[in-house]
């Protein structure tokens, strides 16, 4: 529950990017809640799918940013108290590899520094991935349940090529790292695989999920839970640090198969499963080894 004092009617926020699904269904969500929203899109593409999406043109402001040209972003900010920022890799170079890293930190540092610069900011929300979290060589060897207090290791993801999880690593390492410095409140979620309707094989988040599922560490979250998240973050006063955002686990074979027969809907249904999960008939209830409590007791009293 956003606190008393708390008016949305008179907050402005940006969020960026706002052009994929989370960043659209952000800037939907919180118009419905009253604020005013700078939506931050790379393309005039981006802009055309805001066409009608508020009844007041006084709310909404789009802005055409590039999370690599500092003066763009420092644009799309003034005036606002928040900063809801979601990475999107560029048109050119659209598929994690082992450059994306590089890209990412870059996106995140500029991005932080303008908010250091921008006097208004008082919080920023910045969107990561449970994949920041779950690689880990001790990972099977923890007596505790993985959470936002664990890091994925930047040498694992490395030796196994899981380069989404080594970029979001650093990249959430480098906006930590210039928060603390610049004095930026800064708070991050860190969500799973999102079952959204563009959910393909070539997932970068899917790189590894034999692993992930074996190891009980393979959740996913809802697009309108992991809006509701980064809304119930920015508004609770008492939010800070990292917050773990999942509502579901794939732990068992029906699970499993059911998420392989959405992945790959084409396939014969014996194949999907084996290639991503090695889990041929398999029912095994896989114990659950990594927890969402932090957030989950943050929104128990928010209004969605």
């Known amino acids: 529950m956003a606190p008393s004092f708390y008016d949305p009617s008179a907050t402005t926020v940006c969020v960026m990017d706002a ?6 269904n952000l800037v939907n969500r919180l118009l419905q809640r009253g604020y005013t929203v700078h939506a931050s899109v790379q ?8 066409r ?21 972003i420092i644009d799309a900010l003034k005036g606002c108290s ?17 450059y994306m890293a590089d890209v990412e930190v870059r996106a995140a540092h500029n991005v932080l520094e303008a908010c250091a610069q921008t006097e208004t900011i008082q919080k920023v929300v910045f969107t990561s991935s449970a994949t920041a979290v779950v690689w880990r060589e001790d990972r099977k060897s923890l007596e505790l349940d993985l959470d936002e207090r664990h890091w994925s290791d930047v040498n694992l993801c490395r030796k196994f090529k899981l380069w989404q999880g080594m970029s979001k690593t650093l990249a959430e390492k480098t906006a930590w790292a210039l928060a603390m410095d610049r004095g930026v409140n800064m708070v991050s979620i860190n969500g799973g695989l999102l079952m959204d309707d563009d959910l393909s094989i070539t997932t970068p988040y899917l790189r590894g999920a034999a ?15 992991l809006v509701d998240a980064h ?7 008492s939010s800070y640090g990292r917050y773990l955002c999942f509502n579901h686990i794939i732990n068992t074979h029906h699970d499993a198969i059911h998420l392989a027969r959405k992945l790959t809907p084409s396939a014969p249904n014996s194949m999907p499963q084996r290639s991503l999960f090695n889990s041929d008939e398999d029912k095994r209830f ?10 989950n007791k943050l929104m128990v009293d928010f209004e969605a």
Do not use: W
Request: with cysteine; glycine share 6%.
């Open 19 to 24: 052009s994929p699904h989370l960043g659209f």
């Open 43 to 50: 393309d005039h593409a981006g802009e055309e799918q805001f």
């Open 52 to 72: 009608g999406i508020s009844a007041d043109s006084h709310k909404l402001k789009i802005f055409r940013s590039d999370p690599f040209d500092y003066h763009s």
């Open 82 to 98: 928040g900063l809801f920022y979601n990475f999107e890799p560029p048109q050119d170079q659209p598929n994690y590899d082992e």
């Open 211 to 225: 692993e992930m599922y074996e190891d009980g560490v393979f959740v996913t979250v809802d697009m309108e839970f």
């Open 231 to 237: 809304i119930c973050v920015f508004e609770d006063v």
């Open 286 to 295: 896989i114990e659950q080894r990594i927890s969402n409590k932090k957030l």
